[in-house]
């Protein structure tokens, strides 16, 4: 993983597991955005909270993911949706790290709020299907 401040010079990538995906609620928040593609990573688990999924930086078998292009006010929109504080961001709903996916590095929001007693799932994406 690159540092922070590496990063942000580094990435234009933003990769979503959420809402924020295609076709759901919270997608319209990427409006402009050019979309990369779709990718597996396994450096992340997801928990079903409920209304929307948290990341937590945990090996799994693979999460699905999509990948887009965003620029700097597009990212700075998805930090307000998502409570990410540039300043304190343990304080926040979200931080944000880098993974690797299949089209370089990207921004990954992890969740930081306490995941005891949510579902997990380590394998395939959000929303579960049945």
Not at 91 to 118: E, I, K, Q
Request: hydrophobic share 40%.
């Amino acid at each position: 993983m690159l540092t922070p401040a590496l990063a942000v010079r580094r990435t234009a990538l933003v990769a979503v597991y959420g809402t924020l995906k295609r076709g759901l609620r919270n997608h319209h928040w990427l409006d402009g955005a050019e979309f990369v593609g779709s990718d597996v990573i396994t450096t992340a688990t997801l928990y079903d909270i409920g209304p929307y999924p948290g990341a937590k930086a945990e090996p799994s078998r693979g999460i699905e993911i999509e990948v887009f292009r965003v620029d700097a006010v597009c990212l700075k929109g998805l930090d307000r949706l998502e409570d990410y504080r540039v300043r304190r961001p343990k304080s926040g709903d979200y931080d944000r790290a880098v993974h690797d996916t299949a089209f370089g590095p990207a921004w990954l929001y992890l969740y930081n709020r306490d995941v005891a007693g949510c579902p997990v799932i380590r394998q395939g994406g959000w929303p579960m299907v049945a």
